[in-house]
């Protein structure tokens, strides 16, 4: 049982160290990507007001938002259509969306995120 536990616990902690978002290389992935052509310097200076900000989201929500534009199987419930974003994040890796959405989050913007609910 003890060893059940053990290789668990190592297995965990492989998995999430694998997972473990690299914010300098968030930062060359945006470049590469071109992503202030649309969004901005500082991604938070859109070209085009239904652009969004991005800068200062929250990393677990530009994540996921990535991992939409990747989907193949768009449902109502899950993916996101917008053929550039689609086009632009089919090179990235499921590691590279976690690096690039870290770093994004690391930004400073001003978009305002309320932390409580009211």
Do not use: W
Request: net charge positive.
């Amino acid at each position: 049982m003890k060893k059940i536990v053990l290789f668990a616990v190592v297995g965990l902690a492989l998995a999430q160290t694998a997972l473990a978002a690299d914010i300098k290389k968030g930062e060359e992935l945006v470049n590469k990507g071109g992503c202030i052509a649309c969004h901005g310097a500082g991604l938070d200076k859109p070209v085009a007001p239904n652009y969004p900000k991005l800068a200062g989201q929250y990393q677990s929500y530009l994540f996921h938002a990535l991992q939409q534009y990747q989907a193949k199987h768009q449902t109502p419930l899950y993916g996101r259509s917008n053929p550039i974003m689609s086009g632009m994040v089919a090179q990235f890796s499921t590691q590279d969306l976690q690096d690039i959405a870290a770093y994004i989050a690391s930004l400073k913007g001003d978009v305002y995120i309320r932390d409580e609910m009211h």
